[in-house]
């Protein structure tokens, strides 16, 4: 089975690599107005807890299927309501559902939509509240009443009677946010509902914001009317006023709150809380403002007793994840940490005493997928092989015996059963989309759910030319690693332009053996034009530890800049490169070091596009910026001498400069201040602003427009030779 599955991937990998004599060109509006150029996926579905079904929403009907065979065994739920579902969860006894419908996004992730439960042994579809749309509606743990949230309140709906209690009632816009986030939170931690029902469901354990000190920003919005639109919230830029985050216990038998003692400090971050397996003890995440110190606090929910579980710290920033686990024992907890140089899994006591580090080397735990307490194993995705491949991994914390699940070399992840004995496999190359299919624990083949060969027909329709990875000795002895894509028709003796593509924030990676996205065949398309596109992976990249990640903390863009001006030098030194056209594209962060390195190195770089980029960390948001850079005041060095917005007086390339008016992430304010600092050093630029389009500039036309004013402003600068 296993040489079958490495038979059909490596097959499917070298066919595309033969091209086509009748190849079809690409398009741009093929790329962005198409989905026959889109991968699929395994399908959106949920593991039952059988561990041997799953169910997925097809059109409107919610199917049940075998996971070892995939055929349907049940219906879910079919239509009938006049409802157009857009999600749904189970109970924790699955006899009912909380169907999600009418969504209205509002910020990356967090959304508002109506909610209707529906009890499949009655076939009655309830609706959680009358009152008007919700967010982050959650079954208790009997299923029998739903937490949710509306106008910045909490609220419990006895669907069954009818009856709402308003949990609270001082949230106010602008002001009191309960059971919910607020911006920065939602942003940087990743923290949108704010809210969790004890194990027994006796009580709720919520955040309350205070964002009334926090700053306002103002978004534009243009909607055809005599006068625009004017979109404020609540944005702490660096330095300025966080929330103040209160933690609240409520009991629902005595409607009664308990506001937690977080500490004297006010001015610090609570990004998690979850139960322990005592329905009594709710276990509080507490980070310093500078995010290098975190506490475990443990709380009794009852009489609000507490005490420190767990402390670290760190000489840079401690990186917030969400890979704690208690056990069901009731006397043990899975962490991760940096704490020896690499990203590893421990195993506490809850006396906060390590009971056993249990992965161990130079290398990265990259995803801990889940506990299998039955067996004592711990499932995880790491990075032993290399930084650019991924693996599947399982060990004992029993002795830290473990298993990696063999594969053909890839990026890999992984979904787990309830009952960890099966998984839904996803490996990708770099050259090669996503294929699923259903292994056991010991990673053998059991059936292929998508195999993606449609998209592998496409690449061979149009004659893609192969990813390859190279590496190079950089500044300070430093090995970087690299990809690139020659040109089609590609000739040795010949010398081509380079298109560098860059993002560069901490932790990230964009040199990976892993299927870069739409963004892949915008690459292709360009080879096709005679340009050599690469991506260099500078110093502050993940997977290869903690010192090569965080030495850029304190000065962002520094090292980077250095790295990427390095590549672009031995980029220009090889002999099919033309060195005098080298240009540099990169998006938000990336944005941010295209300019910087277009500024830095321009006796390197002809052309250089910044979309969406940071030019003043200054101007950024106090939890992400912070973490990295302190504040300016107390590092002002590096905060000027990495802001492009310092350096405009130093461009002598071409320069596109894009971004979105509606952009509540990296707000336009950035690219306004670059604006006046290049006029004002009279240099000569071209810019696309995006009306009423967000950091992602994905409404409507916006990405085809986008990439054919990109694509344009390349044929101009590095002298490309479109052929469509």
């Known amino acids: 089975m296993h040489f079958f599955r490495f038979f059909l991937l490596t097959a499917c990998f070298i066919s595309f690599l033969v091209i086509s004599h009748a190849q079809e060109s690409l398009s741009l509006e093929m790329i962005w107005h198409s989905e026959r150029l889109l991968p699929r996926d395994a399908g959106q579905f949920q593991f039952m807890k059988d561990g041997r079904h799953v169910t997925r929403l097809i059109g409107n009907t919610i199917y049940q299927y075998d996971l070892l065979s995939g055929k349907e065994s049940d219906v879910i739920y079919s239509p009938g309501y006049g409802l157009r579902i857009q999600g749904y969860q189970f109970s924790e006894d699955e006899q009912r559902l909380l169907i999600e419908t009418d969504q209205e996004s509002i910020y990356r992730r967090s959304k508002r939509a109506t909610f209707f439960v529906w009890d499949r042994q009655s076939k009655t579809l309830f609706p959680v509240s009358n009152g008007g749309k919700q967010m982050h509606a959650s079954f208790s743990p009997d299923g029998t009443q739903v937490a949710f949230v509306r106008d910045n309140n909490l609220y419990i709906s006895d669907y069954l009677s009818g009856q709402e209690i308003p949990v609270t009632t001082d949230g106010e816009a602008g002001s009191i946010i309960n059971g919910s986030s607020d911006w920065v939170y939602e942003e940087e931690f990743k923290l949108v509902r704010g809210f969790e029902w004890s194990p027994d469901g006796t009580r709720i354990a919520y955040y309350r914001f205070d964002e009334s000190d926090v700053p306002e920003f103002t978004m534009t919005m243009h909607q055809d009317k005599p006068y625009p639109e004017w979109t404020t919230y609540k944005y702490p830029k660096v330095g300025q006023p966080v929330a103040r985050v209160g933690i609240q216990i409520y009991g629902l038998a005595s ?14 971050y609570i990004p998690r809380i979850t139960f322990t397996r005592d329905p009594t003890e709710l276990c509080v995440t507490r980070m ?53 140089g690499w990203n590893h899994i421990y195993l506490y006591d809850l006396d906060g005493k390590l009971v056993r580090k249990l992965t161990n080397g130079k290398w990265e735990v990259t995803k801990v997928y889940g506990v299998d307490e039955t067996r004592g194993e711990v499932w995880f995705q790491s990075a032993q092989e290399s930084p650019i491949n991924r693996e599947i991994c399982r060990v004992s914390m029993a002795d830290g015996t473990m298993t990696v699940l063999p594969s053909v070399p890839g990026f890999q992840a992984a979904q787990l059963s309830a009952t960890f004995d099966v998984l839904v496999h996803e490996v990708t190359t770099i050259n090669m989309p996503a294929a699923y299919s259903i292994l056991d624990r010991e990673g053998a083949f059991i059936r292929m759910i998508e195999s993606n060969d449609g998209l592998q027909k496409e690449q061979k329709k149009h004659g893609v030319q192969p990813a390859e990875f190279f590496s190079f000795e950089g500044p300070d002895n430093t090995n970087l690693l690299g990809w690139m894509i020659k040109p089609s028709r590609f000739d040795p003796e010949k010398s081509y332009p380079v298109l560098m593509f860059v993002y560069g924030g901490p932790g990230r990676q964009e040199v990976t053996n892993e299927w870069m996205g739409q963004e892949y065949w915008w690459f292709q398309y360009l080879a096709d034009q005679g340009l050599i596109i690469a991506a260099v992976d500078a110093r502050g990249s993940g997977a290869r530890g903690e010192a090569f990640k965080k030495m850029t903390t304190l000065q962002l863009g520094h090292y980077e800049t250095i790295d990427q001006i390095a590549a672009a030098r031995y980029l220009g030194g090889l002999p099919f490169v033309d060195a005098e056209r080298i240009g540099i594209y990169g998006w938000s962060y990336g944005g941010y070091l295209s300019a910087l390195c277009l500024f830095k190195g321009r006796d390197l770089f002809r052309a250089g596009i910044s979309v969406a980029p940071v030019t003043n960390w200054k101007w950024y948001d106090a939890i992400y910026t912070e973490r990295y850079m302190q504040t300016e005041k107390t590092n002002a060095s590096g905060y000027a001498e990495n802001s492009p917005v310092y350096f405009a007086d130093q461009l002598e390339g071409d320069f596109l400069l894009v971004h979105g008016f509606a952009d509540d992430n990296v707000h336009f304010q950035h690219t ?10 009279n240099k000569q630029f071209e810019s696309s602003m995006y009306i009423n389009q967000a950091h992602s500039l994905a409404k409507g036309n916006a990405r085809l427009h986008l990439y054919t004013k990109m694509t344009d402003f390349l044929t101009r600068s590095l002298g490309l030779d479109i052929r469509e």
Do not use: P
């Not at 043990?332 to 940490?337: A, D, E, K, P, V």
């Open 672 to 681: 306004a201040e670059l604006t006046k600092a290049l006029i004002d050093a």
């Open 255 to 268: 409607g009664q709150h308990l506001a937690l003692d977080l500490g004297e400090q006010s001015d610090q």
């Open 288 to 340: 310093n403002r500078a995010q290098d110190e975190l506490d475990l606090i443990l709380f009794n929910v009852g009489t609000g007793d507490s005490r420190i579980l767990f402390h670290e710290q760190n000489k840079h920033y401690i990186t917030l994840h969400d890979h704690l686990h208690f056990l069901s024992g009731g006397k043990q907890f899975i962490w991760t940490s940096e704490m020896d």
